[in-house]
């Protein structure tokens, strides 16, 4: 079994931001595995937001948070990190992070097995 719980949401004003946390665990996890960030709008489908390879030197990032958030992890502490900047309302979402089972980089969802229960991020304008 794999555990992934994520931290750090909450309500901040347009411009403002938040860091978001995800702690990986359990005895089928394996430290070195790419992670992802997930959300989802009310209403909309669940979209790509970055990923971060398993030694963490490679990442990509959706266009439409490019320049303004930035993942990170610490092995260590089996936790990846989503600092996000220059917040807008349209990143209002519940933020969900997953874990593949391999150290490349995914974009895809379905190659993530281990998923979160998620964090409400909400925008205000």
């Known amino acids: 079994q794999v555990q992934v719980v994520e931290s750090g949401g909450g309500l901040v004003q347009a411009g403002g931001s938040l860091r978001l946390s995800c702690v990986a665990s359990g005895r089928a996890f394996s430290t070195y595995v790419a992670m992802g960030w997930f959300r989802q709008a009310p209403g909309k489908e669940r979209e790509f937001v970055t990923t971060i390879s398993g030694n963490g030197y490679s990442t990509s990032y959706a266009d439409s948070v490019k320049g303004r958030f930035t993942i990170s992890r610490d092995n260590a502490k089996n936790t990846v990190y989503l600092q996000m900047n220059t917040l807008k309302p349209e990143d209002t979402a519940v933020y969900y992070c997953?874990?593949?089972?391999?150290?490349?980089?995914?974009?895809?969802?379905?190659?993530?097995?281990?998923w979160g229960q998620g964090t409400q991020v909400t925008v205000s304008s």
């Open positions: 997953a874990a593949t089972r391999y150290s490349t980089i995914s974009l895809k969802a379905e190659e993530y097995p281990y």
